[in-house]
């Protein structure tokens, strides 16, 4: 692996660690390489509505989660990420345990990146929800 | 305003109220009426990413929050609300301050409900993210 | 009307007229103005799959259509317009008749726009399907 | 393969040979087997904007045409299929050529069914799209 590679995905590693909303929601990264994040969140009261299932808003969290890191990888912390679109198809309704969301660049071009993600509980490994994004890369400074 | 939905109205404040993700994100139901529902959620450190932009998830949270919540309108405690799909535009980036959140329904049938939602900020009034959904409204019990 | 406003204007209708697509669909432009087209096309057999209903591709073809000019008519032949991500929701199945497919801008900036679309049948005025989509405008030469 | 599977994908064939939409558009069933449709293509000028580019609603009308196809083999002749909502990436403009769409069933529940498409230039094997659906499959009679 490049040192340039190693240096991009310990930015990746660190954004995660050090962003509040990822301490906030229990999410973390548990695979990172190039193009490719999975980040695990463990259900907590916290996710649920007052019927007991997943609120609707914690799998997209952790669907941007991942495809944002995916894309991180690419440029490392030369560069911000800005989510565009994001859409995401529920496939079975979540009621605990833990998700695993593994997010891949799918292209990433000058002007637009495109990415998709798949969550699967973690235990039986059924995949929950699906998902696909827009995103722009940014230069920072 | 007729009592049956007056009821269905109280039984959504209720289940805002009582639901942990509400509490956890800080989000609140502003207004609600018949098919439609505003909920208002304030920035806070724990939905930034490091880089001090509010992460991609928070914003399809509080987007799915107001379309289910406008959606649990039609038929209040009777019915549970499942998105099936979610789709979000982001037209601006966020960094702080509040952001209100309008769900409507757009039309809801035996099999398929489909609902939107624009996401303001608070002060200048500028939609920051618009969006759509897919909902299955099911019988319980 | 501004003269340069009138002239991105007659080049939108002029692209629609000239355009191959627009002819085999059956697509026209009914209504131009800046940041707003309205596209209508009357059901033909040629839209319909073999059980009569017209088939699920049909409608984001105007759809594109109408989003897609109301996007020309901010540069006009200066630039192009390229689609990046588009959604639809289905609200009723379309047998025959007309449709008006209304597209908007949202909002453009330099490097994304953004528009949606509301396609409603002629006769009755009901809303079949919306939709959005994800833009880029790209100088031309 | 059991003869029920046989006549399910002779019903599929057959809808495509005799859909109007499909000779319209120039489309053909390449590959048909359970729970999967590959469609294709050839680009005519009948395709093209004014500027030569293909129209951004071809690529959905393949995409919905290949999702549409993977899931009628699911239950042949005895259901309708109709679009629910339906998302495209567009990762590449396509200016001519030939092109696969490879659609796949994804899930199909008694109320529900997801489906994905991945859209191909056929002489390069490059991606050019890829999209999503949800679907309702619908008991005839």
């Given at each position: 692996m490049s040192d340039d590679l190693e240096s991009r995905l310990a930015f990746v590693r660190e954004f995660a660690q050090t962003s509040p909303y990822y301490k906030a929601m229990g999410m973390s990264i548990v695979e990172i390489e190039d193009r490719r994040a999975v980040l695990r969140v463990e259900i907590q009261d916290a996710h649920l509505n007052a019927d007991g299932i997943v609120h609707g808003g914690v799998l997209p969290a952790i669907a941007d989660g991942a495809m944002g890191n995916a894309?991180?990888?690419?440029?490392?912390?030369?560069?911000?990420?800005?989510?565009?679109?994001?859409?995401?198809?529920?496939?079975?309704?979540?009621?605990?345990?833990?998700?695993?969301?593994?997010?891949?660049?799918?292209?990433s071009g000058r002007?637009?990146?495109?990415?998709?993600?798949?969550?699967?509980?973690?235990?039986?490994?059924?995949?929950?929800?699906?998902?696909?994004g827009v995103f722009v890369i940014q230069d920072k400074g």
């Open positions: 894309l991180r990888t690419l440029r490392g912390e030369a560069a911000q990420v800005f989510t565009v679109e994001a859409s995401l198809q529920y496939l079975r309704p979540v009621t605990g345990g833990s998700l695993l969301a593994e997010g891949r660049v799918v292209q002007r637009i990146s495109f990415a998709d993600v798949e969550i699967r509980d973690e235990a039986s490994g059924k995949t929950v929800a699906r998902g696909t």
